[in-house]
């Protein structure tokens, strides 16, 4: 790089300091390839690098004002946003791997044997106390809580006024209450 691409960086990157946005365009045309290099170098997937620059980028427009003209390379200050924005990404990709391979290991979510032996006693004497019932009030129960019907629905199958529907279902649920707490 000349003295003179030097100069006119370290102007650029003054001048965004500033929130100057056409220095800011221009940064990135004169930049924008090295930088894309760098963190192509770094994450080896072009979409991946290409996030980064932009990125990359975000941080120059927000620390630009911390850029200290020192007579060194202002390359030199870009490359090392670029390629620090590039290992972050990069570990960040693997920390997600191994959360994603931890992941697999843990057990599946569900009832643990004990939960299952319980509910399985449960069931039985809910069946149990169904089978207590009169046909038609146990058949009403099991079409109005299990199979999702109308109180309405009830009544017409079974001939009866909707209060009687009602009535039925309701000294059932009781019934069903006291028998569970035997």
Same mark, same amino acid.
């Given at each position: ?15 965004? @300091?500033?929130?100057?946005?056409? @220095? ?159």
């Amino acid at each position: 790089m000349t003295a003179e691409q030097r100069d006119e960086i370290e102007a650029l990157i003054a001048q965004v @300091a500033l929130g100057n946005q056409t @220095a800011f365009s221009h940064l990135y045309e004169a930049t924008s390839g090295k930088l894309l290099a760098v963190c192509l170098r770094v994450l080896n997937e072009r979409a991946a690098a290409e996030d980064a620059m932009q990125e990359v980028y975000v941080k120059v427009w927000s620390k630009a004002d911390r850029y200290q003209v020192t007579g060194h390379s202002p390359m030199t200050w870009l490359i090392t946003i670029a390629r620090n924005t590039a290992i972050d990404r990069l570990r960040s990709r693997k920390i997600d791997r191994n959360i994603a391979d931890y992941s697999e290991r843990i057990a599946e979510p569900g009832p643990s044997p004990e939960q299952s032996a319980v509910a399985a006693s449960e069931s039985r004497r809910i069946v149990a106390c169904l089978d207590e019932l009169e046909a038609d009030r146990r058949a009403a129960i099991t079409g109005a809580y299990l199979d999702g019907k109308s109180y309405k629905d009830l009544s017409e199958q079974f001939a009866v006024p909707l209060n009687t529907m009602r009535t039925w279902l309701r000294r059932g649920l009781s019934d069903l209450r006291e028998c569970m707490s035997r």
